[in-house]
């Protein structure tokens, strides 16, 4: 097992060289973090010989981060803008120390701050054309289904949560049950385009060089139906730290994802439905407590994501919704 959420990489520099020989990298030099204070992704900068890497221990070596280096490997070979994996002496995307799977990667230079970040109209084009393309590139690979952010995941995220709202106040509890009654209304038909599953293609696992988009992180796949990609990634076209819609990011989403990857004729009937999911599937996650595995105390709640959900509580009937979309 690897390092738990929240605890120090502690690697010593016999371990880094020892890690380092199953490669052909260079000799190790150096290490720092990516970012200040990070002890959640576990992901630091090596210096060797032969320049920067960056090395990340995957802390549970899932079916998804598996699928996720993989499908990386395939789609840097068809220039989608993703780190290359450097492969092992043996050829593996990977390698084991101490129990520990830890894999390499192309070293970018990245910000401090990979908080969400507004995105403009020019960005919202180029973000939901590399979605559409990630769909169509996956659709034949062999992946298998994963519970990590899928509808099933968020479904009983949403009923386990629910069962334990009387620990909050009225307007947390009124979330929560507004959740609870309306996510099975919500559930995308199997029969439905089905492809890879990256789940949480969002501003803050994007990286753009002016309106370009230039880099996609965070790679844990699944195999599932393309519309919950393409409702989750949808939440981009509200302003941070508020509830505001933009209706006009919202049709340049939609027509900028249709021109790479057509969207069926229930996706586009399905359109509020999607929206929402993306609220519902980001809301309930603000009530996880990562580092404990349960759920926050009220004071530490982050309420952007539930701030969304209210605005679909606030909002009324669809027809509202697709009055404003047409308009």
């Known amino acids: 097992m690897g390092p738990d959420a929240g605890e120090k990489l502690m690697l010593t520099k016999t371990d880094l060289a020892s890690i380092l020989s199953a490669y052909d990298l260079g000799t190790f030099i150096s290490l720092g973090n990516i970012v200040k204070n990070d002890q959640v992704s576990l992901a630091q900068i090596i210096q060797t010989t032969k320049g920067k890497i960056f090395m990340k221990v995957l802390r549970e070596f899932t079916t998804a981060n598996k699928q996720g280096l993989e499908v990386m490997h395939q789609l840097r070979q068809k220039n989608f803008p993703v780190f290359s994996v450097h492969k092992t002496k043996k050829g593996k995307l990977y390698t084991k120390y101490k129990g520990m799977p830890i894999a390499f990667f192309e070293y970018v230079k990245i910000k401090e701050n990979m908080e969400w970040i507004p995105l403009n109209k020019s960005k919202i084009t180029e973000y939901a054309k590399y979605l559409a393309k990630f769909h169509r590139l996956t659709k034949n690979m062999k992946l298998k289904s994963v519970d990590a952010g899928n509808f099933k995941s968020i479904r009983a995220l949403i009923k386990k949560y629910y069962k334990k709202r009387r620990m909050y106040s009225p307007r947390y509890q009124a979330v929560l049950a507004y959740l609870n009654n309306e996510i099975d209304g919500l559930k995308c038909p199997k029969k439905e385009y089905s492809t890879g599953y990256f789940s949480e293609f969002n501003p803050g696992h994007v990286i753009f060089s002016g309106n370009k988009l230039k880099w996609v992180l965070d790679w844990e796949i699944g195999h599932d139906n393309a519309f919950y990609d393409f409702a989750s990634s949808m939440v981009a076209c509200f302003s941070l730290n508020k509830p505001d819609?933009?209706?006009?990011?919202?049709?340049?989403?939609?027509?900028?994802?249709?021109?790479?990857?057509?969207?069926?004729?229930?996706?586009?009937?399905?359109?509020?439905?999607?929206?929402?999911?993306?609220?519902?599937?980001?809301?309930?996650?603000?009530?996880?407590?990562?580092?404990?595995?349960?759920?926050?105390?009220?004071?530490?709640?982050?309420?952007?994501?539930?701030?969304?959900?209210?605005?679909?509580?606030?909002?009324?009937?669809?027809?509202?919704?697709?009055?404003?979309?047409?308009?």
């Open 245 to 327: 819609l933009s209706y006009e990011k919202l049709k340049e989403y939609i027509k900028s994802y249709d021109k790479v990857r057509k969207l069926s004729k229930w996706e586009k009937d399905h359109i509020y439905e999607a929206l929402k999911f993306g609220c519902f599937k980001y809301g309930v996650w603000e009530f996880a407590d990562i580092e404990t595995g349960g759920m926050k105390k009220e004071k530490d709640l982050d309420l952007e994501g539930i701030r969304r959900v209210e605005f679909f509580m606030s909002m009324g009937r669809k027809e509202e919704f697709l009055k404003e979309l047409k308009k």
